[in-house]
């Protein structure tokens, strides 16, 4: 039993699915601390402008970083509520069109996030 009253999955997409919450939670911890102890505690958010945001995607350390960040949160987040959905909604055809509806909701988030941090280019500067 993995203490929420259902025993952990044995195989599948659901064994993986229930790893990858575990795993996903534990890098989002770090992720998300490294976030809060840079842009809120090291610069507070009177520093942090364009310019601050520019000179951070110049590099690929921090794309990199807030891409992961973003794709472990969705995911994660996605996995969560998908496990909500099919514990509450009983109903075969009401599961299958919110279990369509949240996949697309996420990919569309997941989809543009990533663009906007891949393509972000800061303007040249005159």
Request: glycine letters at 8%; aromatic letters at 14%; charged letters at 10%.
């Amino acid at each position: 039993m993995n203490g929420a009253g259902k025993p952990r999955p044995e195989s599948g997409l659901e064994l993986y699915a229930w790893i990858f919450m575990r795993v996903s939670g534990l890098a989002l911890l770090f992720l998300a601390l490294g976030h809060l102890l840079i842009m809120h505690l090291i610069h507070n958010v009177d520093n942090i402008d364009f310019q601050f945001v520019a000179a951070r995607y110049a590099t690929p350390f921090w794309r990199t970083y807030d891409l992961l960040m973003l794709w472990f949160a969705m995911i994660h987040g996605v996995n969560g509520l998908r496990i909500v959905l099919v514990d509450y909604i009983n109903a075969r055809g009401w599961r299958v069109l919110s279990l369509a509806s949240l996949f697309v909701v996420g990919f569309v988030l997941l989809t543009l996030g990533s663009l906007a941090i891949l393509t972000f280019q800061a303007p040249a500067m005159r």
